[in-house]
């Protein structure tokens, strides 16, 4: 192995039930039943959140699988890209809404 | 030197095993009627699509016969159990006997469909320079089903596929479809569109592209249609080589093996129709084909029209090899869209 991301690793997905089997088999289940069907939200909407998530949590392998499941699910690259904005926006709020912390403590530490 | 390199048909081995997964499932797929004639009647065509099975392109000559055309006429006349025809190519409108074709088959009472790529009405002839805007009038005067690729409902994907300024193209060839009644609302002229992915992915689900497609291209340039087919591409010819030069072609096959659906397979379309090629050569279907694996009767003799018998087609053993994975793969996919 020449680098810690193998795109060839993504098929070994399933071998996570190594050791661990019924654990695996409940965490696959769950993830087909969230993610694999039509429900309150479309296989659609479900594979541009999971999209976004997989930008917000730098997962080389989820962004290669969710860009082919929007794809799948008739998505574009317009919606594709908002959706991978939506998750940058959201980082930046995140820290800069942190800033009211740093503000609150700096208000108690200046004289 | 041409631009287009036209590919010589590569005969697939056998690695993913389509038979061999069909005997082990139990699956048995006999013809169950021959209800349509698809025929290829040029492979000439104005466009060069990059996943093209046919390797189609405005270099190419191929074209059925005078000859052929009457023997498919005669076939159809003689034959009342095949109820369609299936005219495609190339851009079949290029053959100098496709009028014809079109006015005597109706004239015999079939249902005649037209695989149309709607912009060679504004394109014409690549080699004459033919004008095709007489196109909607004569499909609408002939009452034909015309079938128009168009992969998705925007220029992206669009022109990524079939080349630089068809999606601009085909929104004004739809908009002269539609002026003279097709896809509209009680007019019986039918305009059903095709989406195919634009890559080794599968198509997503049918009922929701079409609605997407609706409501698209009504609100953004006041057009319409009747029904979307979504057909997978095949891993063969044009396809196939992108898929080579590109690495995908094994993570594409797995894909379309790990998306085998039994029901889809028992609705594949070579069980109710053969597909003639432009020499007159009868296959299972297109793809077969481009891949030049001739249909046989029961006693491995080649079909051809100029010697066709009804009984010894209908009781042939079909042809597959493991591009049949792309009609069995998740919603299935024939030349009418999903077929589950």
Do not use: W
């Amino acid at each position: 192995m020449s680098n810690y991301y193998e795109s060839e690793d993504l098929k070994k997905f399933g071998d996570i039930g190594q050791h661990a089997k019924a654990l695996a088999d409940d965490f696959f289940k769950y993830y087909g039943n969230v993610t694999g069907t039509d429900g309150a939200l479309s296989k659609r909407e479900k594979a541009l959140i999971a999209l976004a998530v997989s930008h917000a949590q730098k997962c080389p392998y989820c962004i290669d699988a969710y860009t082919t499941q929007c794809l799948e699910t008739g998505a574009n690259p317009e919606q594709m890209m908002e959706a991978v904005h939506v998750a940058a926006v959201m980082q930046a709020g995140i820290t800069l809404v942190h800033s009211v912390q740093m503000q609150n403590h700096l208000k108690k530490l200046v004289l | 030197m041409s631009a287009v390199l036209q590919i010589k048909a590569i005969k697939e081995k056998s690695k993913y095993g389509f038979e061999e997964l069909l005997r082990a499932r139990g699956i048995d797929l006999p013809p169950l009627s021959i209800e349509t004639l698809q025929v290829n009647i040029t492979k000439l065509c104005n466009q060069v699509c990059r996943h093209c099975h046919v390797d189609a392109s405005p270099q190419r000559r191929e074209m059925l016969s005078p000859e052929g055309v009457a023997k498919c006429l005669e076939l159809l006349e003689k034959h009342p159990q095949i109820t369609k025809l299936d005219i495609t190519g190339g851009a079949p409108e290029l053959h100098p006997g496709f009028d014809a074709f079109v006015e005597r088959a109706v004239a015999l009472g079939k249902h005649v469909m037209v695989r149309h790529n709607l912009t060679v009405q504004l394109d014409g002839h690549p080699q004459s320079g033919e004008s095709k805007a007489y196109l909607p009038k004569f499909f609408a005067k002939n009452r034909v089903e015309v079938i128009s690729s168009l992969p998705y409902h925007q220029e992206y994907f669009t022109d990524a596929q079939r080349g630089s300024g068809v999606f601009r193209k085909s929104m004004e060839a739809m908009r002269r479809l539609n002026k003279v009644g097709y896809g509209v609302e009680g007019s019986g002229l039918l305009l059903n569109l095709v989406y195919n992915p634009v890559g080794p992915y599968l198509p997503a689900a049918q009922a929701g592209l079409e609605a997407d497609y609706k409501r698209e291209l009504r609100a953004r340039f006041g057009l319409v249609f009747n029904s979307l087919f979504t057909i997978t591409n095949m891993p063969i010819n044009r396809f196939k080589l992108h898929l080579d030069k590109s690495g995908q072609f094994e993570a594409y096959m797995e894909k379309l093996l790990a998306a085998f659906n039994p029901a889809a397979a028992a609705g594949v379309m070579c069980r109710s129709l053969i597909s003639v090629g432009h020499d007159g050569r009868i296959y299972d279907c297109d793809f077969n084909q481009m891949l030049e694996m001739d249909a046989v009767d029961a006693k491995r003799k080649k079909l051809t029209i100029f010697d066709f018998d009804f009984g010894r087609a209908l009781e042939r053993p079909i042809q597959f090899g493991d591009h049949c994975f792309g009609c069995t793969a998740g919603a299935g996919s024939s030349c009418g869209g999903a077929t589950v």
